[in-house]
């Protein structure tokens, strides 16, 4: 259905070793959060960075925020000193978190030159039609209700990008991120076995388009990983009967206060700090982000990169880690 899903299940294959190794403590069937956030289309930054932080059920959401509220109650730009209790929290050696960031270089314009107006129109209609077939296979009343709510959202989406003043970088930012946390919750499952993974993002305009139609498309692509790109021991369990996780997803609000505001705050550093970089030199432009970037991702077992890059014909990614040269 998408070119781009198959290019993230090989770029993230070491990844998903890793993250099972990371993880071996953790039994199968528990509920898995991935939290993102992301620095997009900041004209003094040389990338474009989407950051996933997957917590493990180590705590209850609750006393995890209230940890990084005592110990991080600003996010990375409004801070002059990255705290440590969140590096100690990003890199602590008791396995709790694994993060992979998803980064492209800004004058690539989101992948641009791959992803059309042509090609996410038919990436749509793909989804459109992939939900039409799903539904015929559900007779519970919230299962239907759901998928044809979800095919009148793709239409809508379809639509507007049938319009000559559609909002090309917007679309792709949406196609992009559901690709991306579709990836991360079919690692999940390849690795931990978890019985629900909950999406939880920071705000964004993409959640404003036809009713958060990002995670419709964020649902698709993660069945179509989970079908199309299955061990062979994960065919056996599917015959068998075996399901996939249950992805719930938690919409932010528009306004007022996040109720998720302190666990984004994961993801903001990492994705703040990746941005800045300098893809030449490798340098960053303040001692915040050296911080960050010489203390959860250099050297790292649990701070993975992939990047992305595309030449209008094909499109890579490879994983990446920082190492020292000492």
């Given at each position: 259905?998408?070119?781009?899903?198959?290019?993230?299940?090989?770029?993230?294959?070491?990844?998903?070793?890793?993250?099972?190794?990371?993880?071996?403590?953790?039994?199968?069937?528990?509920?898995?959060?991935?939290?993102?956030?992301?620095?997009?289309?900041?004209?003094?930054?040389?990338?474009?960075?989407?950051?996933?932080?997957?917590?493990?059920?180590?705590?209850?959401?609750?006393?995890?925020?209230?940890?990084?509220?005592?110990?991080?109650?600003?996010?990375?730009?409004?801070?002059?000193?990255?705290?440590?209790?969140?590096?100690?929290?990003?890199?602590?050696?008791?396995?709790?978190?694994?993060?992979?960031?998803?980064?492209?270089?800004?004058?690539?314009?989101?992948?641009?030159?791959?992803?059309?107006?042509?090609?996410?129109?038919?990436?749509?209609?793909?989804?459109?039609?992939?939900?039409?077939?799903?539904?015929?296979?559900?007779?519970?009343?919230?299962?239907?209700?759901?998928?044809?709510?979800?095919?009148?959202?793709?239409?809508?989406?379809?639509?507007?990008?049938?319009?000559?003043?559609?909002?090309?970088?917007?679309?792709?930012?949406?196609?992009?991120?559901?690709?991306?946390?579709?990836?991360?919750?079919?690692?999940?499952?390849?690795?931990?076995?978890?019985?629900?993974?909950?999406?939880?993002?920071?705000?964004?305009?993409?959640?404003?388009?036809?009713?958060?139609?990002?995670?419709?498309?964020?649902?698709?692509?993660?069945?179509?990983?989970?079908?199309?790109?299955?061990?062979?021991?994960?065919?056996?369990?599917?015959?068998?009967?075996?399901?996939?996780?249950?992805?719930?997803?938690?919409?932010?609000?528009?306004?007022?206060?996040?109720?998720?505001?302190?666990?984004?705050?994961?993801?903001?550093?990492?994705?703040?700090?990746?941005?800045?970089?300098?893809?030449?030199?490798?340098?960053?432009?303040?001692?915040?982000?050296?911080?960050?970037l010489n203390n959860v991702f250099v050297?790292?077992?649990?701070n993975w990169l992939v990047q992305m890059?595309?030449?209008?014909?094909?499109?890579?990614?490879?994983?990446?880690?920082?190492?020292?040269?000492?």
């Amino acid at each position: 259905m998408i070119d781009l899903l198959p290019v993230l299940v090989q770029a993230t294959v070491t990844t998903q070793l890793q993250l099972k190794q990371w993880f071996a403590r953790y039994p199968a069937g528990m509920p898995w959060s991935v939290i993102s956030d992301y620095c997009i289309g900041d004209v003094n930054k040389g990338n474009d960075v989407f950051s996933f932080v997957v917590v493990a059920p180590h705590d209850k959401a609750e006393n995890i925020s209230e940890y990084i509220a005592r110990v991080a109650p600003k996010d990375l730009k409004n801070t002059g000193k990255v705290p440590l209790g969140l590096i100690q929290y990003l890199t602590c050696e008791v396995p709790v978190t694994f993060s992979v960031s998803f980064v492209t270089r800004r004058e690539d314009v989101l992948l641009r030159d791959y992803l059309s107006m042509q090609a996410m129109d038919a990436l749509v209609a793909g989804a459109i039609s992939f939900m039409h077939d799903r539904l015929a296979l559900y007779q519970h009343k919230h299962d239907i209700e759901y998928h044809e709510n979800a095919i009148r959202r793709l239409k809508a989406f379809k639509r507007e990008l049938e319009h000559k003043g559609a909002n090309a970088k917007l679309a792709r930012q949406i196609h992009l991120v559901a690709a991306m946390v579709a990836t991360l919750c079919n690692l999940l499952n390849q690795a931990v076995g978890a019985s629900v993974i909950r999406w939880i993002s920071d705000r964004d305009a993409m959640f404003e388009r036809h009713d958060a139609v990002v995670s419709d498309l964020a649902y698709v692509y993660y069945l179509t990983q989970a079908i199309e790109f299955a061990t062979p021991e994960q065919q056996i369990a599917q015959s068998h009967g075996e399901s996939l996780a249950t992805l719930v997803f938690e919409i932010p609000e528009k306004t007022a206060k996040h109720r998720f505001d302190e666990l984004v705050r994961l993801p903001d550093y990492l994705a703040g700090t990746l941005a800045d970089l300098n893809n030449e030199t490798m340098a960053v432009s303040r001692e915040k982000f050296d911080v960050v970037l010489n203390n959860v991702f250099v050297n790292s077992k649990n701070n993975w990169l992939v990047q992305m890059t595309s030449t209008g014909e094909r499109i890579t990614a490879r994983s990446a880690l920082f190492r020292s040269c000492n």
